[in-house]
């Protein structure tokens, strides 16, 4: 089939198709009857799964945990999985983030890259191949998730009621071949503190929207109780804003009350280097101040030196390999529940770490600050060979479709790869693109969206008849 004359025929539903998805807020919310991830997440669900049933396809909703669009009747299966679910838009878009706008061949929205824009091109991959009429000697079934983005409960459910893939692939990453990803722990930290010092006290804190997310904002308010301090307030913002370029303000309330607002640049958990870190920037600030106390004035200082260590060496927790790189630490949230502050840590630690270890290390360095520790999300590292007949297959396709050099590659992002026995992340982002997941202005590039569509349709015919 020449696929361009599929993509111009079908070029203004694909988009228009892409915008009413990136219309719905899929963030997760409380559970209600049928939607286990709130309304919202259930509505794109739907939304998708109708979108595969008007096209002719066998579709399947588990329960609001996942659902399933199929073509073929093989007996083995080629699982393609992405998600319908995506993280708080959080502040300051240049368009709004979710009206699926187009600017200059661009759909933007949160979503449009991470990760509807990757299950949209699955779709019409898959009607391009019943157009042609082709025939999967394996059943292809492209797999929606509906909680990717917090703890993979619904990939859990539904491997738990439908047969697992012989073999798949994650529309969740980037080009060319993704073989390898970082393990991940989410550890909630806590420990009771006394907010009350001589120089000032701390009233309320909070920062961040998700523990995989770089912060690109905290705030707190503080009650100045030294007079001197308060005289010289402004002055030292001042000067901790031109010594280290800190985007730091603090405004004056009521009864010697002031807010402090720091504001960063947002990324992706696993790559918090490409980010500033909001939390770092305002706990570095409140340390500066000197709250008087010294057991307060310890908690400052090793929460801004643990939001700032974006690869564990400040705080012991470095490890390294040749085949993935270094660890990385992520501090996406803080807050504030009665006496004590809680934090939420994402790390990505290398693939051939254990992760009993990567837990004891993370433990020890917590403990001993005085913190208690839960891990709240664990995903073991992937990593298939690079000469697997599976990476083959697709470097081959990648450099026909782009006529660009193919390679494989490891990430510390993690997909739904790995919640198949056989499978590795294969687009959608291209190399020498911004890497836009969670991202403020997330957008999907038409041309690129087009392009995508190209590969999958190849990659689901060459491996569905491997």
Known sequence: MDMDIFLNKYREEIISSLKEFIKIPSVISPPRPGAPFGPKVAKALDY???????????????????????????????????????????SGWTYPPFEGQVHDNRIYGRGAVDDKGPGIAA??????LKEQGFMPQRTIRIIYGANEEN????????????????????????????????????????????????????????????????????CCTIEIRDQGLGGEVADLQRAFVED??????????????????????????????????????????LHFLDSGDEHLNEVLFHIGRLAMDHNGRDTG???????SGSMTVNVGIVGKNNQAIYLKVNTRYPVTYSMDRAVEDFTRM????????????????????????????????????????????????????????????????????PELAHQRDEYMDIQDLMTNIKIYTEAMMRLSMA
């Not at 047969?163 to 390898?180: C, E, H, R, T, W």
């Not at 010092?197 to 690109?216: C, H, L, M, Y």
């Not at 060979?385 to 390679?407: A, F, M, R, V």
């Open 48 to 90: 998708v799964l109708n979108l595969g049933d008007s096209m002719g396809f066998e579709v399947k909703n588990l329960d609001g945990y996942a659902g399933h669009v199929q073509y073929g009747e093989g007996d083995e299966i080629l699982g393609i999985l992405t998600h319908v679910d995506v993280v708080p838009a959080g």
């Open 151 to 218: 703890d993979w409960e619904c990939v859990n459910y539904y491997f738990s009621r439908e047969k697992m893939p012989q073999i798949g692939l994650a529309f969740d990453g980037s080009y060319p071949v993704i073989n390898g990803e970082k393990g991940v722990l989410v550890i909630h930290m806590e420990k009771d503190i006394e907010w009350r010092a001589p120089r000032f006290s701390i009233e309320d804190i909070k920062g961040g929207t998700a523990a995989n997310a770089v912060p690109d904002y905290c």
């Open 317 to 323: 927790l470095f490890v390294k390999d040749e085949v």
């Open 366 to 433: 917590a403990e001993g600050l005085g913190y208690k520790c839960k891990v709240e999300n664990r995903l073991e590292p992937l990593y298939v060979k690079e000469d697997s007949y599976i990476i083959n297959i697709l470097k081959d396709i990648y450099q026909k479709t782009t006529g660009q050099p193919p390679y494989a590659f490891t990430i510390g992002g993690a997909t739904y790869a790995r919640a198949l026995k056989n499978g590795v992340a294969f687009g959608p982002t291209f190399p020498g693109r």
């Open 123 to 128: 779709l019409y991959a898959l009607l391009a």
């Open 244 to 285: 280290t370029g800190y985007d730091v303000s603090i405004t004056s309330m009521d009864g010697g009350r002031y807010r402090v607002e720091s504001r960063g640049q947002p990324a992706h958990g696993s790559t918090p280097e490409k980010g500033k870190n909001a939390i770092g920037r305002l706990f570095k600030f």
